[in-house]
Nanobody
Framework: QVQLVESGGGLVQPGGSLRLSCAASGFTFSSYAMSWYRRAPEKERELVGYISATGDFTNYADSVKGRFTISRDNGKNTIYLQMSSLKNEDTAVYYC????????WGQGTQVTVSS
């Protein structure tokens, strides 16, 4: 079955950096576009960004554009979210996502930006 496992979250100071990973299994990873979402406390889930199956195309929410970068390693069945210049408002649970006829989510990893 499809499994998405996020890792790399933690506590970081404003202005700092963090890299999240999402290890995928149970499907042909290189054929699927992947996304990162986040849910901040008391807010709706928000799309952070998207990467195409080959990694040639990425797109980002305006709130993270220029600070976050999504990449993937199809040999390792893993996508990454490199976050820099982190702000307090980036505090959220970050989720890995993909879909076919169903949607698939990881369990999430907490990112807390605080001094």
């Amino acid at each position: 079955q499809v499994q998405l496992v996020e890792s790399g979250g933690g506590l970081v100071q404003p202005g700092g950096s963090l890299r999240l990973s999402c290890a995928a299994s149970g499907f042909t990873f290189s054929s699927y576009a992947m996304s990162w979402y986040r849910r901040a406390p008391e807010k709706e889930r928000e799309l952070v960004g998207y990467i195409s199956a080959t990694g040639d195309f990425t797109n980002y929410a305006d709130s993270v554009k220029g600070r976050f970068t999504i990449s993937r390693d199809n040999g390792k069945n893993t996508i990454y979210l490199q976050m820099s210049s982190l702000k307090n408002e980036d505090t959220a649970v970050y989720y890995c996502h993909t879909r076919d006829v169903r949607q698939y989510w990881g369990q999430g990893t907490q990112v807390t930006v605080s001094s």
